[in-house]
């Protein structure tokens, strides 16, 4: 069974710029979260879907956006990036809103803002 | 306002030893947590996992503890094996009227290191 996959492993951008990272779920899961990893900062919650809506987000500014497609595959996109953006970027999926599921990881896109 | 901690940055074991690794979290509401393990350039994989009606849950070499009335939980791992070394996250999630709020929160993890 195929993990949680994400794209581009690597992506450097400059201030300013719009970066976009794109995630595939295990299948049949239908959750994707979005998390931030900066430098010694611990994993930080950025944004749900399921079933292609927004369900919960976390404490970051609106520039941070994303969305789910019909096949649950999402995009994270991050409008006039600064260079606290630069961060590793990780995506997890779960069995959706069933209970005691745990979330499966990728391996994350580390984004590099110049 | 870190609600998920782990209180020791790292944590040395001899091969074959037993490995604790601690967690504590103020939040009440928690009630599903979790422990991953995340090699470096890796994404974090998922180890075990405790609902709070539980106080144990066993798999394999893997042990979660959780003491709610302290609101602490360990991870026991016997026998400690080199390839065990590895960055050990505790999460946490809360379920709230049968609704997930989806996010996990994390500790600040803790280095395991296995010595042959």
């Known amino acids: 069974e195929a993990g949680v996959t994400q794209s581009p492993t690597h992506l450097i951008k400059t201030r300013g710029q719009q970066a976009t990272l794109r995630c595939s779920p295990i299948s049949g899961h239908t959750s994707v979260y979005w998390y931030q990893q900066a430098l010694g900062l611990g994993l930080q919650f950025l944004l749900w879907?399921?079933?292609?809506?927004?369900?919960n987000r976390g404490n970051f500014p609106p520039r941070f956006s994303g969305r789910q497609f019909p096949n649950y595959s999402s995009e994270l996109n991050v409008n006039a990036l600064e260079l606290e953006d630069s961060a590793l970027y990780l995506c997890?999926?779960?069995?959706?809103?069933?209970?005691?599921?745990?979330?499966?990881f990728g391996d994350g896109t580390r984004l590099s803002i110049l | 306002d870190q609600q998920v901690k782990q209180n020791s940055p790292s944590l040395s074991v001899q091969e074959g030893r037993i490995s604790i690794l601690n967690c504590d979290y103020t939040?009440?509401?928690?009630?599903?947590f979790l422990w991953y393990k995340k090699y470096p350039a890796e994404g974090p994989t998922f180890l075990i996992s405790?609902?709070?009606?539980?106080d144990k849950n066993e798999d394999g070499r893997f042990t979660v503890f959780l003491n709610k009335s302290a609101k602490h939980l360990s991870l026991h791992i016997v026998p400690s094996q080199p390839g065990d070394s590895a960055v050990y996250f505790c999460?946490?999630?809360?379920?709230?009227?049968?609704?997930?709020?989806?996010?996990?929160?994390f500790g600040q993890g803790t280095i395991l290191t296995v010595h042959p």
């Open positions: 879907y399921d079933e292609g809506e927004e369900r």
């Open positions: 997890a999926s779960s069995q959706g809103t069933v209970s005691n599921q745990p979330q499966h």
């Open positions: 939040n009440s509401m928690f009630d599903y």
């Open positions: 405790i609902s709070s009606i539980k």
């Open positions: 999460a946490a999630s809360e379920w709230i009227g049968g609704t997930s709020y989806g996010k996990l929160t």
